[in-house]
């Protein structure tokens, strides 16, 4: 077998993270093609083996069928070894359970949870949690295109209008 | 006392049934329509409000701000995490309870700061095995959190702190007998009572020295 540096030409500074991600949804899937792509040591944990069809033809990386709610799937997807641990299935509570089992329990250090209500990501955000919202990335990046302004960063978009607070 | 139970089952509803007749305020909070519905035809329209009780809007419009007490018994353990936190951290409600359906989740909510939790199967386990053991010290409740636990035992012929003065027992670390049940009298207990066979001991406990406590006080085994 090839060293895994050769196989994988474009990883340049030789950091391959090992990385469990939570939910084989559009995002799921996308992100594990991804990071594969990029010489990171990639574990899906899906409930669903139908939805695996997402990730196409030949699998990028590890799967491991079952509920990332339960420290059995959680171990047997390498998250004592984990260097980061991602959660993008479709319930938010379900993303925000499992993101803080990881980091207290397992204390993986890099942890980002997908939030779709752009209030519960708000307020997971104070809590201490690296919640992305994509409707408030949308709206942002839609806008500032629409407008002609630059790009910004992403935590500028990455939160909820005043207006919106409660 | 303003109570919230979001989550509106067979739990939920036996719950709201009992504190309304207590005369508490109570409000159930369900995000199934028809259940809703169905709820504020058994227990009357103002006890009953229809939406996801894990969104803030609600959480707003049902007054968690002015809440005494809310409680999660949704059949989902992560969606009662949610509602929990967001009660104790945002609303800074004062008492928040928690159903544990997997009785697995029970440890990690107290490690994310939610301590008050109720499992069924716990609850159901622990009632069987209490009855399977008779050599066992028995929890009978729990004092600062849980972190200090009042229990109870009957000695039996084989404890090894049976014919001893209580001076000359080694309890472990911040264990006391408090309190003796001998023939059906109750008394307090010193330095220089002798314990007997067929005593029921009461003893404070913390938490994490409980199996030393068993050791002690048990058949040794």
Request: some cysteine; aromatic content about 6%; hydrophobic content about 40%.
């Amino acid at each position: 077998m090839r060293p895994e540096v050769r196989q994988r030409p474009w990883v340049t500074f030789g950091l391959s993270m090992k990385v469990v991600v939570l939910g084989c949804g559009r995002s799921g899937a996308m992100l594990a093609i991804q990071l594969s792509s990029q010489g990171h040591q990639v574990t899906l944990i899906e409930r669903n083996p139908e939805a695996l069809r997402r990730l196409g033809r030949s699998y990028p990386c590890r799967v491991v069928i079952g509920n990332g709610l339960e420290d059995e799937v959680l171990v047997k997807a390498g998250i004592e070894e984990a260097d980061a641990f991602i959660a993008v299935t479709r319930g938010d509570n379900t993303n925000i359970m499992a993101a803080q089992i990881v980091q207290k329990r397992y204390k993986v250090a890099k942890v980002g949870v997908k939030v779709a209500d752009p209030l519960r990501a708000d307020a997971y955000r104070k809590m201490g949690l690296y919640c992305l919202n994509a409707s408030a990335l949308i709206a942002g990046m839609m806008r500032d295109w629409m407008v002609d302004e630059p790009f910004k960063t992403i935590d500028l978009y990455n939160t909820i209008p005043p207006e919106m607070e409660f | 006392m303003y109570l919230i139970l979001v989550g509106g089952g067979n739990v939920g509803q036996q719950l709201a049934r009992r504190l309304i007749a207590k005369e508490h305020e109570v409000l159930i909070l369900e995000k199934e329509g028809s259940q809703a519905q169905r709820l504020s035809n058994i227990l009357g329209e103002d006890y009953v409000m229809h939406g996801d009780g894990c969104e803030l809007h609600t959480q707003k419009a049902a007054g968690f701000n002015r809440a005494d007490v809310v409680v999660a018994v949704t059949g989902e353990d992560e969606d009662n995490l949610v509602i929990c936190q967001l009660a104790k951290f945002i609303w800074a409600v004062e008492r928040v309870v928690a159903r544990v359906n997997d009785p697995s989740h029970e440890a990690i909510f107290r490690e994310i700061g939610i301590d008050d939790t109720v499992s069924a199967t716990g609850i159901i386990y622990s009632l069987i095995d209490q009855r399977l053991e008779q050599d066992e010290i028995v929890p009978v409740g729990a004092l600062h959190r849980g972190h200090v636990e009042v229990v109870e035992a009957v000695l039996t012929g084989r404890s090894p702190i049976v014919g001893k003065q209580v001076r000359d027992i080694q309890l472990p670390q911040g264990t006391y007998i408090v309190y003796l049940l001998r023939d059906q009298v109750g008394q307090t207990v010193d330095g220089d009572t002798v314990l007997k066979n067929g005593d029921m001991v009461v003893a404070l406990v913390p938490t994490d020295r409980a199996d030393e406590l068993r050791t002690v006080m048990c058949s040794g085994t």
